[in-house]
């Protein structure tokens, strides 16, 4: 019983309660959704918006037509995956992308534009391998996606391009 009472008391006195009214309460939650009603995108990135409007400049015509040179294989999709969720530098895609593609990563709340939804279907048919490619080797403009190019090879960069076009399926 000692223990306990030990226990509760380091609890009181680490983690005090504070005493807030309800009047507090309800000003404190009319000011977050007068917050979110000015950024209404905040309030439906968890539900993964398609298409998404974006005015993501135009790979050159170099890059736009091109075809991954990989085979969508496991091999290929498998490490695709792996750079995706964990290994890639300086963070990983799923960071702002989310772990399943939706564009709801840890990261992504705040962001403005919000992070590219892969499950859109209609989105992901329009963007070439190409396009993929160079902006996530060379960023893109107005966005948070910061460039791959130093980190990433480019047949990492192809790898994950197979990985993530599997979200749309």
Same mark, same amino acid.
């Given at each position: 019983?000692?223990?306990?009472?030990?226990?509760?008391?380091?609890?009181?006195?680490?983690?005090?309660?504070?005493?807030?009214?309800?009047?507090?309460?309800?000003?404190?939650?009319?000011?977050?959704?007068?917050?979110?009603?000015?950024?209404?995108?905040?309030?439906?990135?968890?539900?993964?918006?398609?298409?998404?409007?974006?005015?993501?400049?135009?790979?050159?015509?170099?890059?736009?037509?091109?075809?991954?040179?990989?085979?969508?294989?496991?091999?290929?999709?498998?490490?695709?995956?792996?750079?995706?969720?964990?290994?890639?530098?300086?963070?990983?895609?799923?960071?702002?992308?989310?772990? %399943?593609?939706?564009?709801?990563?840890?990261?992504?709340?705040?962001?403005?534009?919000?992070?590219?939804?892969?499950?859109?279907?209609?989105?992901?048919?329009?963007?070439?391998?190409?396009?993929?490619?160079?902006?996530?080797?060379?960023?893109?403009?107005?966005?948070?996606?910061?460039?791959?190019?130093?980190?990433?090879?480019?047949?990492?960069?192809?790898?994950?391009?197979?990985?993530?076009? %599997?979200?749309?399926?």
């Amino acid at each position: 019983m000692k223990f306990f009472l030990l226990i509760a008391a380091v609890f009181f006195f680490v983690f005090p309660v504070a005493k807030v009214s309800a009047d507090e309460q309800l000003g404190s939650l009319d000011r977050y959704l007068s917050n979110i009603s000015m950024h209404p995108t905040k309030l439906i990135i968890a539900s993964g918006i398609c298409p998404q409007l974006r005015k993501t400049k135009k790979a050159p015509s170099k890059y736009l037509l091109k075809k991954n040179p990989l085979f969508a294989n496991a091999k290929n999709i498998e490490r695709g995956k792996s750079l995706y969720q964990k290994n890639s530098k300086p963070t990983s895609c799923k960071m702002c992308h989310g772990i %399943r593609g939706n564009g709801n990563g840890r990261l992504a709340r705040g962001l403005e534009p919000t992070p590219r939804n892969f499950t859109c279907t209609e989105i992901m048919k329009s963007l070439s391998d190409g396009q993929l490619f160079w902006v996530i080797k060379n960023g893109s403009n107005g966005t948070a996606m910061p460039a791959f190019k130093f980190t990433l090879s480019d047949k990492e960069i192809w790898q994950i391009i197979h990985y993530l076009k %599997r979200f749309s399926y």
